[in-house]
């Protein structure tokens, strides 16, 4: 039974670089399988952020694309995200999921998920 | 904006049939997944595919599609169905993914 569970500071100043990691364990990041992180607002809707595959390849949210980086780390069995240059509007709930995506795409199982506050 | 559009709110009756729409022009090309998000937990699948449930998922929960428009059917509603229901598939360049808006579901 894969579980994913991310960890990173839950408190980032404005202007900075969030960082999280997802680290995945019951089955290998190398598995056939892309990786993605989706965040919540509080109170709002969900927002695809973007996906990686253990090859490297990445796609983002064209909305994000210029202040996100997702990155996987295979010797340690985890994927990470890094987003710059933060304001509020970034304040969220940030969830790792695993991506099932043969030609249509599901998101089974989720972290729990980590809030990250954008203050000063 | 969302790519993908639910309708804010649905209720419906105890033990009665309640359905929650997605429309998009990607789900002409694509089948729309379906989560359960209930206050303070991680989303859930509920249904992926055409109409496949995970292992788990009660089968009072099934998925339609036809044209532009994904469906998420429960089939004699319960109490503990009440939720937030989002769907997801990829956009119209097939390059990304996108979620819908959410719809709260209210049992009554």
């Known amino acids: 039974q894969v579980q994913l569970q991310e960890s990173g500071p839950g408190l980032v100043k404005p202007s900075g670089t969030l960082s999280l990691t997802c680290a995945v364990s019951g089955g290998s990041i190398s598995s056939s399988f892309w990786w993605s992180w989706v965040r919540q607002p509080p109170g709002k809707g969900l927002e695809w952020i973007g996906e990686?595959?253990?090859?490297?390849?990445?796609n983002y949210n064209p909305s994000l694309k210029s202040r996100v980086t997702i990155s996987v780390d295979k010797s340690k069995n985890q994927f990470s995200l890094k987003l710059t240059s933060v304001t509020a509007a970034d304040t969220a709930m940030y969830y790792c999921?695993?991506?099932?995506?043969?030609?249509?795409?599901?998101?089974?199982?989720w972290g729990q998920g980590i809030l990250v506050t954008v203050s000063s | 904006s969302s790519e993908l559009t639910q309708d804010p709110a649905v209720s419906v009756a105890l033990g009665q049939t309640g359905r929650i729409t997605c429309q998009g022009d990607s789900l002409r090309n694509y089948y729309a997944s379906w989560y359960q998000q209930k206050p303070g937990q991680a989303p859930v699948l509920v249904i992926y595919?055409?109409?496949n449930r995970p292992s788990g998922i009660p089968d009072r929960f099934s998925g339609s599609s036809s044209g532009n428009t994904a469906s998420l059917i429960i089939t004699g509603a319960q109490a503990e169905d009440e939720a937030d229901y989002y769907c997801n598939s990829r956009d119209s360049s097939g390059n990304h993914l996108v979620f819908g808006g959410g719809t709260k579901l209210t049992v009554l």
């Open positions: 595919g055409k109409t």
């Open positions: 999921a695993r991506e099932i995506a043969p030609q249509d795409n599901w998101f089974d199982p």
């Open positions: 990686i595959y253990h090859s490297g390849s990445t």
